[in-house]
């Protein structure tokens, strides 16, 4: 319980309820415009990947939209309250990762595609922890929220397709910017301009962004930052399959390519709006620290916490911002939905099924929506047993993603890789990004590798004479955060940074595939030529097609082939021949 007297913040009225339904509302509607205007294209292809026919604008704001959720409307916020602006280094990962993506792997992957099966767990942290935060603050229900989500994603991806899906991403994606202005314009003011909260973020440390401290063990760096918030991205945008699924949808290769580059105009101006909201959330309380104080549960409710109390006399802005952060959630579990479908439809169905009728594909495809909508719906439940929502959900994209990654740049970098190598390298990958992202969850890391910047209650209201009034700094762990017993690897191993996990996975799957690549490849090779000269032979031609064809494969880069090799295979681009 609280020791001091939390200031009264007023929770949602009719029009706040009015603002963030009118969102819904138009989301539903966009996908029942589509479901109608496409109602005489019936192929599957129409309804996965939008026939081919998107330009780069919609798509570059749905990528935008779909990637920047409500994880970062809520969670970025609080991290630069908490830990100070060194978020905004995520300025430059973004800029590597879109060059990477658009230059390496979309050429390959633009007739290629993958899985990624980890977007249901991920999904339910998106839906989840908005709903959580909003809950505790606003007064908003928990479990109709959650459910809200599931069901308007669901009913618009069902009846529109990808299309429904892009242009609802774009719409919200004006919503969320929107949000944060609002936010930015009124807090500024309220707090005596941009130079009171420049000078205030200054003077609590809050602008200390380089720091180039290369112990990989701190929580954020300069280098894990920009090391390893690359790879974390690269494996989130660079082989991940709502990604790939937007760029496929593009009318060509040049679109998709300026897509993704527009996108990253779309990604710094989400990161930079949520920098500067946590910088001027951190001057409103710099005397009186909410989360210090009690009065709320968890640092992922300061930011709807400071929404309800700079407009508490401006009914209807805060739904504005509940529509911004739940427009993350809803374009980010949309693009899961339609892409998990996508998948298993290409993937699984139509290969085993593959004389089904269009008729049935689609119906097939839209069923396929249902299920998914309902699976990552579900999936909030798990996602309650998480932390903060942002090292939650990039600690799992890393977990997941570094592998995926690690096993596409093994075939794409390294010709000489075979099948045997990418499956150990896989699982490898798998196995080391899960052992030390597991093994931090379970022995965090030690106070003094992730403690947060000083956070005061200087200025609360005690309540009672006889409290105790206290410059508090930021809670610590607790001191026994370990059993009696801890392992050797708790103070090293399993304090690595969160954002190393992606490049954990991604090298030791591309290194591990590498070194069983060569033995195996070599192993044929040396058995094939002692097995002739033990018995004196001339290889006969058996022996020498079995050489021929291993070198071959050793020195032939691997592309991979799945969902979008079976739906382009005949789509030339932009004037080349098609690729054998």
């Not at 570094?402 to 196995?431: E, H, Q, R």
């Not at 094939?528 to 020498?544: E, G, H, L, R, Y």
């Not at 050489?547 to 592309?559: A, F, G, I, V, Y």
């Amino acid at each position: 319980m609280s020791n001091f007297i939390a200031p009264e913040v007023k929770k949602f009225v009719v029009w706040d309820y009015v603002v963030f339904a009118a969102l819904f509302l138009v989301c539903a509607s966009i996908g029942i415009f589509f479901a109608v205007k496409e109602r005489k294209k019936k192929t599957s292809k129409e309804f996965l990947v939008g026939g081919k026919q998107m330009t780069c604008g919609p798509i570059a704001f749905s990528l935008t939209s779909s990637f920047m959720s409500a994880v970062t409307v809520l969670g970025t916020p609080s991290e630069v309250y908490r830990y100070g602006a060194s978020f905004v280094l995520f300025f430059l990962s973004y800029a590597l990762v879109i060059i990477f993506t658009a230059e390496l792997f979309l050429p390959v992957f633009y007739r290629s595609g993958i899985t990624s099966t980890y977007e249901i767990l991920y999904t339910g942290i998106v839906v989840y922890a908005p709903s959580l935060a909003l809950n505790q603050v606003t007064g908003f229900d928990l479990w109709g929220s959650v459910a809200a989500t599931g069901i308007v994603c669901t009913f618009y991806c069902t009846l529109g397709g990808l299309k429904a899906v892009v242009w609802t991403d774009a719409f919200q994606m004006i919503v969320m910017v929107a949000g944060f202005v609002a936010v930015l314009i009124r807090g500024t003011t309220l707090n005596g301009g941009s130079t009171k909260v420049w000078e205030d973020a200054y003077e609590g440390s809050r602008l200390s962004i380089f720091d180039f401290d290369v112990d990989p063990l701190r929580r954020h760096t300069f280098w894990t930052i920009v090391i390893g918030g690359t790879f974390t991205w690269l494996g989130l945008y660079g082989v991940n399959q709502s990604t790939i699924q937007r760029c496929i949808s593009c009318k060509s290769e040049k679109h998709a390519k300026l897509a993704l580059y527009l996108n990253l105009l779309g990604l710094w101006t989400v990161l930079v709006c949520a920098v500067f909201c946590g910088l001027v959330m951190y001057t409103h309380y710099k005397s009186c620290d909410p989360w210090t104080a009690d009065f709320i549960s968890a640092p992922d409710q300061l930011m709807p916490y400071f929404v309800m109390d700079i407009f508490s006399s401006m009914p209807g802005v805060p739904g504005l911002f509940v529509a911004c952060a739940f427009s993350g959630t809803l374009s980010t579990v949309a693009a899961s939905i339609n892409a998990l479908a996508t998948v298993t439809f290409e993937d699984l169905v139509k290969k085993g099924f593959p004389n089904l009728s269009e008729k049935m594909s689609t119906w097939i495809s839209k069923g396929l929506c249902i299920l998914y909508g309902v699976l990552c719906t579900s999936m909030a439940a798990a996602a309650s047993l998480l932390g903060g929502v942002v090292q939650a959900s990039l600690s799992i994209h890393g977990m997941c993603g570094g592998p995926m990654l690690g096993l596409f740049t093994l075939g794409i970098v390294f010709p000489c890789a075979n099948w045997k190598g990418a499956v150990g390298g896989l699982v490898a990958g798998i196995t080391l990004a899960f052992w030390a992202g597991t093994g931090s969850f379970i022995y965090p890391a030690p106070p003094t590798k992730s403690i947060p910047l000083q956070l005061s209650t200087l200025n609360c209201t005690l309540a009672n004479s006889t409290g105790v009034l206290t410059t508090a700094a930021a809670p610590t762990a607790a001191p026994d955060r370990y059993p009696p017993c801890p392992p050797l690897l708790a103070d090293t191993w399993y304090s690595l940074s969160y954002l190393y996990f992606s490049a954990i996975g991604c090298l030791g799957c591309a290194t591990t595939g590498l070194l069983i690549s060569f033995v195996t490849g070599w192993c044929l090779y040396i058995y094939i030529f002692f097995f002739q000269n033990a018995f004196a032979q001339k290889p006969d031609s058996t022996v020498k097609k079995t050489l021929k064809k291993s070198s071959k494969q050793m020195m032939r880069p691997r592309l991979a082939e799945g969902t979008w090799g079976s739906l382009e295979s005949n789509s030339p681009q932009d004037g080349q021949q098609p690729m054998k």
